[in-house]
């Protein structure tokens, strides 16, 4: 098993940045494919972006290519997702999930574990 806890959300207006962690529990960490996905009010889960195993690749919903980054640390149990040039839209509630293999990077029932959401907010 796994547990995952998500950190660094907060408020930012237009055009800011901000860095969120995943940070998980366990010495298997690197056996899992680790996604980001997000809620906004009234809304269902969206996938945001994954990333592999080892690091070596990254997919990402077409909404936040060129402006978030994923990137993973193994060896401090901890994945990143750089956010770079916030919009109005993208504020939500941000998750991680962990799973050991996955079909369709994108499907939310892929993923076996869950952490409890980080909010970000991004005004004008």
């Known amino acids: 098993q796994v547990q995952l806890v998500e950190s660094g959300g907060g408020s930012v207006q237009v055009g800011g940045s901000l860095r969120l962690s995943c940070a998980a529990s366990?010495?298997?960490?690197?056996?899992?494919?680790i996604s980001w996905f997000c809620q906004s009010p009234g809304k269902e889960r969206e996938f945001v972006g994954g990333?592999?195993?080892?690091?070596?690749?990254?997919w990402y919903t077409d909404s936040v290519k060129g402006r978030f980054t994923i990137s993973r640390d193994n060896a401090k149990n901890t994945v990143y997702l750089q956010m770079n040039s916030l919009k109005p839209e993208d504020t939500a509630i941000y998750f991680c999930?962990?799973?050991?293999?996955?079909?369709?990077?994108?499907?939310?029932?892929?993923?076996?574990?869950w952490g409890q959401g980080t909010q970000v907010t991004v005004s004008s």
């Open positions: 999930a962990a799973a050991d293999w996955v079909y369709d990077m994108s499907r939310e029932r892929e993923y076996h574990y």
């Open positions: 366990g010495r298997t960490f690197s056996r899992y494919v």
């Open positions: 990333i592999s195993r080892d690091g070596s690749s990254q």
